[in-house]
């Protein structure tokens, strides 16, 4: 009760104006007490105005009154001094260490409930008021305590800063918009500051994203660690009967491609934490309302926050041992071979290259160098009707009667497959003349008979056709009307693993003609299709691209 009682005292004898304890307290008309140099400066103002009104009741005096000391108010305002029990009100508590304090208030610190960004002071709720109360102070800009308010002001000219220099990346007060940063581009601090949080606002997206991506990528990767020992367990279990050595070599491999894949998934979770503590210091630094401070961790999270994003990770037909079961039932002699080659191909070793490709080529210089070395498979040849040109000259190419009854051939197509097949990353070109050249991809799977043999017709094959003046893609019978410069020289890019294959005029420029984006299940043959009497076509690799 005591201690409610001196606490009411302590507001009696508070300044209405400055909201601290009276000094040298007087008392007007009315019967309104202020400090003495509070009443004078608040009537100084008044003095053009030519009347005098108390701040509280608004009651106007004719002539400007005498001010005498309140010798009783005076007395009583030093007992409360001396007495240290001017405490903040009960709703309050002092300032600690780590706190803001108020500026304003004179003995016990109270926390700070606001900081100005004009006034550069921090104030309690008590003396805050006046911001809240007096119509130029509603104008000022209110942020949460903030020890750092010194950061705000220009060293050089000691003013606030409120303009940023888009042409140095800082902030600057309204003299230095006037010398050294003269001509330069300037917003307001605030402006900035709107720009940017848009920016933050893209940033959170596309970081979210990622995590998104990653976190599918963690399952596709756990997937396949899944499949491996799947697929392992099959190929021990049918083999084991007949080559116990087989089985030490199989789970020598799934010990080494299920590591991998534990190794990426690791590396993937990091980064997925990595993405989550950025992501965290970006919402932190959007929620600020303290422009300089914003602006100035913008900058520096902005430059830390740059990125190369990583694609997805394309998953692969989870077949590693059906083909070991095969070849082990054929001859022992082959196992090794078969085993190599299989794991060779669908290997995980691969999978580096999905989750951190490169960027794709741009110029013809950045394609040649993934210039692969590619021959025709004569098996394959439909040779009835079948021309080719290496040197630029109509030869029609010689087969042996054995050729047209090879199990490889094509029946009924005018058309031709490679012996390679490419699972990385490759280009070749083709240089052709007439009309209705075929420029393709095909599994080595694809049917040798019938219509839907045709490169384009079946969804095994990828295939380009190229008329005299123009383009039109094929795939899985569905046709594609392409636009573009027409040349008689069209690149293939490959990128296997990232589900990539585009075709470009190759002239003095190279000019995309048609991108596709998949997933291909199975190593890809180039192939031609020449499908009229007098055409020619000719692929270019390795030393006679540039032919």
């Known amino acids: 009760m005591a201690q409610r009682g001196i606490q009411m005292d302590q507001e009696k004898l508070c300044c209405s104006i400055c909201l601290d304890l009276l000094k040298d307290p007087v008392t007007i008309p009315c019967g309104h007490n202020y400090c003495m140099s509070c009443i ?23 002539s400007r009154p005498a001010l005498g000391r309140n010798t009783m108010l005076a007395d009583l305002v030093e007992e409360l001094k001396r007495t240290g029990l ?19 208030c004179t003995g016990g610190k109270v926390k700070a409930l606001k900081s100005c960004l004009q006034c550069l002071v921090s104030y309690c709720e008590q003396h805050l008021q006046p911001h809240y109360e007096v119509v130029p102070l509603k104008k000022h800009k209110l942020v949460d305590p903030s020890q750092k308010l010194q950061e705000n002001v220009c060293t050089r000219h000691n003013e606030v800063m409120k303009i940023f220099c888009r042409t140095d990346q800082k902030c600057i007060c309204y003299l230095c918009s006037m010398d050294d940063h003269k001509g330069h581009d300037t917003v307001s601090a605030a402006a900035e500051m709107t720009e940017r949080q848009k920016e933050l ?6 970081i979210q994203q990622r995590i998104q991506n990653r ?18 367990d ?18 020598s491999r799934q010990k080494t491609e299920v590591a991998h894949v534990n190794e990426l998934e690791e590396r993937l979770k990091q980064e997925i934490t990595e993405l989550n503590r950025k992501l965290a210091e970006l919402e932190q630094l959007l929620d600020t309302d ?4 914003f602006l100035r961790n913008f900058i520096l999270l902005s430059r830390l926050s740059e990125a190369t994003d990583s694609p997805g990770i394309d998953s692969r037909p989870l077949r590693y041992t059906e083909d070991v079961t095969a070849a082990v039932s054929e001859a022992r002699d082959k196992l090794q071979d078969i085993l190599s080659e299989e794991w060779t191909n669908m290997s995980l070793t691969g999978t580096e290259d999905v989750l951190l490709p490169q960027a794709e080529p741009k110029t013809r210089a950045e394609f040649v160098q993934y210039s692969c070395q590619i021959t025709l498979d004569e098996n394959t040849f439909y040779g ?21 009854g090879h199990p490889d051939s094509f029946t009924d197509w005018a058309q031709v497959l490679c012996r390679e097949s490419l699972t990385g990353r490759c280009y070749w070109e083709v240089d052709f003349g007439g009309n209705g050249i075929f420029i393709a991809v095909a599994y080595k799977s694809i049917s040798r008979k019938g219509r839907e043999s045709a490169f384009g017709h079946n969804d095994k094959s990828w295939a380009l056709q190229c008329f005299h003046n123009g383009y039109e893609f094929r795939h899985n019978n569905i046709r594609t009307p392409v636009t573009g410069p027409w040349s008689s020289r069209v690149g293939v890019y490959l990128d296997h693993s990232a589900g990539v294959l585009c075709f470009y005029s190759v002239s003095e420029t190279m000019t995309l003609l048609h991108r596709v984006q998949t997933t291909f299940t199975q190593p890809l043959c180039p192939g ?12 270019c690799t390795g030393s006679n691209i540039e032919d």
């Open 201 to 206: 606002g893209l940033c959170l997206q596309k």
């Open 234 to 251: 099959k190929a021990v279990e049918d083999s084991e009967k007949i080559f116990r050595d087989a089985k030490q070599q199989i789970r």
């Open 384 to 404: 009835k009707f079948m021309y080719l040109d290496y040197l630029r000259a109509t030869h029609r190419y010689d087969f042996k009667y054995d050729h047209y």
């Open 290 to 293: 303290h422009h300089i401070q």
């Open 215 to 232: 976190e599918k990528h963690v399952k596709v990767l756990q997937q396949e660690a899944e499949a491996i020992n799947h697929s392992a």
């Open 86 to 104: 001017q405490t903040a009100p009960a709703d309050h508590c002092y300032a600690g260490p780590e706190d803001v304090a108020c500026d304003f």
């Open 40 to 62: 004078k400066s608040h009537w100084d103002e008044e003095e053009q105005k030519e009347i005098h009104s108390c701040p509280q009741c608004r009651q106007t005096f004719g």
């Open 528 to 539: 031609l299709g020449v499908h009229h009497n007098g055409n020619y076509a000719k692929i």
